[in-house]
């Protein structure tokens, strides 16, 4: 049972243009959102994070969105640049537990 | 500050052996958690330690992955007679648990282990 969803194994972007990254999840408990990028042979980064009270949450080029209606986060990232060439994880977590929940994560490429 | 360590950074192992994983935490962090991530998967949750409480071993695999904290700080991983499936890479993250659920890991660079 994938309690957190990202339904996009890859996607690819021309540098300079918007990355949208899209999650979704089935838990109406989790309450805190999180992504983390990973590259090759490195273990993963935190990125930025959301609470549930908030619907958007700004860092730089980063931007992510959640519409808890629909249980769906995404990550805006503008402008893409190469380095942000990764694998984007999506987390989700709620305050009476001890887990975060991994998504399968979405691979990014940016082409020059 | 130094950050997540795990040793080794790459085992090779053949099928029958048992293995063992470390992981040191960020010093004071009370939660521990452990991943596998095998090739074109995602992170899979193995094991979880928060300070002195029982830990949630819900995610191991079988009864031959086990693991201890011991004084609340180095995480070791074992597996048991080694299966080929279990090839991944392992990742040992640690948090500074806090009340209300925002909670950022910290991932350490992982064991690659490849079992022949």
């Known amino acids: 049972d994938q309690q957190v969803k990202q339904n996009s194994p890859s996607l690819s972007v021309q540098e300079g243009r918007i990355s949208i990254l899209n999650c979704d999840y089935t838990?109406?408990?989790?309450?805190?959102f999180l992504w983390y990028k990973k590259y090759p042979a490195e273990g993963p980064t935190f990125l930025i994070s959301i609470s549930s009270i908030k619907d958007k949450n700004e860092d730089g080029r980063f931007t992510v969105f959640l519409n808890k209606s629909a249980k769906h986060l995404s990550l805006h990232i503008v402008p893409s640049q190469p380095g942000d060439s990764a694998v984007y994880f999506c987390?989700?977590?709620?305050?009476?537990?001890?887990?975060?929940?991994f998504g399968a994560g979405t691979r990014l490429f940016v082409k020059a | 500050g130094a950050g997540v360590s795990q040793s080794p950074s790459n085992k090779v192992t053949e099928k029958g052996k048992d293995v063992e994983l470390r992981c040191d935490p960020i010093s004071g962090h009370t939660a521990l958690y452990w991943y596998r991530q095998s090739l074109g998967q995602g992170l899979e949750f193995l094991i979880y330690f928060q300070g002195n409480s029982a830990p949630d071993k819900s995610g191991l695999p079988s009864d031959r992955f086990s693991a201890e904290r011991t004084g609340g700080s180095v995480s070791t991983l074992t597996i048991q007679r080694t299966q080929q499936e279990d090839s991944a890479v392992y990742l040992c993250a640690s948090s500074l648990w806090l009340t209300g659920g925002e909670e950022t890991q910290y991932f350490g660079p992982g064991t690659r282990l490849l079992v022949l």
């Open positions: 838990n109406s408990m989790f309450d805190y």
């Open positions: 987390a989700a977590s709620w305050s009476g537990g001890f887990k975060t929940i």
